[in-house]
């Protein structure tokens, strides 16, 4: 059984700081590629960072150079450092695992709320 597990959301600033974790369980988090995405209310829901197995990184343009994706395979970890935020970054964000195999299976996490106010 596979379960992603969310913390670190909430309210900030503009120009603030906020880093989400997401622990993953089970055996896959070593062959997957680790990313999150987000969703606005009204919105698609957008990708923002994937980082492979093998620490391959890559960023929407509207992120970069202010978030950093990365992970820990010791503790089933992967991390987003959001720094400089913008009232724009609000948005539900979603930590996935989809495993680098055949089948690419996905797993999704429940989701934690980033506001980006004053």
């Known amino acids: 059984q596979v379960q992603l597990v969310e913390s670190g959301g909430g309210l900030v600033q503009p120009g603030g700081s906020l880093r989400l974790s997401c622990t993953v369980s089970?055996?896959?988090?070593?062959?997957?590629?680790m990313g999150w995405y987000r969703q606005a209310p009204g919105k698609q829901r957008d990708f923002v960072a994937h980082?492979?197995?093998?620490?391959?990184?890559n960023y929407a343009d509207s992120v970069k150079g202010r978030f950093t994706i990365s992970r820990d395979n010791a503790k089933n970890t992967v991390y987003l450092q959001m720094n400089t935020l913008k009232p724009e970054d609000t948005a539900v964000y979603f930590c996935?695992?989809?495993?680098?195999?055949?089948?690419?299976?996905?797993?999704w996490g429940q989701g934690t709320q980033v506001t980006v106010s004053s």
């Open positions: 089970g055996s896959i988090f070593s062959r997957s590629v």
């Open positions: 980082i492979t197995s093998g620490g391959s990184t």
């Open positions: 996935i695992a989809r495993e680098e195999s055949f089948l690419k299976l996905e797993y």
